[in-house]
């Protein structure tokens, strides 16, 4: 991870989940395990191929894409493949076997 915050770089995520600072402010938070992006078909893309990549450089742990077309939530971890697919669907209708992803704080 660069040594560079979220903020610093003028991306924000819809959902940023962290260690809260010492300082309570903004700037300060240093520790992000998930960045969360709610997409449409206008900004697919974008977050797809440009922020999620940011996200994971900038040393978040985790990001979730969530596509409202697809109505589902692509999932990346840091050092694991790329967008695996959670079909929202599939939770949403309670069927058996749904675990829904969680980050990993560690």
Known sequence: PSGRS???TGIEPDILVGGWPAAPRWDAVRYHWLAVEVSGGGS???D?????DAYLQLGV???WLVDLDER???VTRLGV???LRRDASRCAQGRSG???ARPDHS
């Open 6 to 8: 979220i903020q610093a």
């Open 61 to 63: 742990k985790e990001v």
């Open 98 to 100: 749904c675990q829904p």
């Open 44 to 46: 697919r893309m974008y």
């Open 81 to 83: 493949e790329k967008d």
């Open 72 to 74: 589902c939530v692509f």
């Open 48 to 52: 797809r191929e440009y922020k999620r």
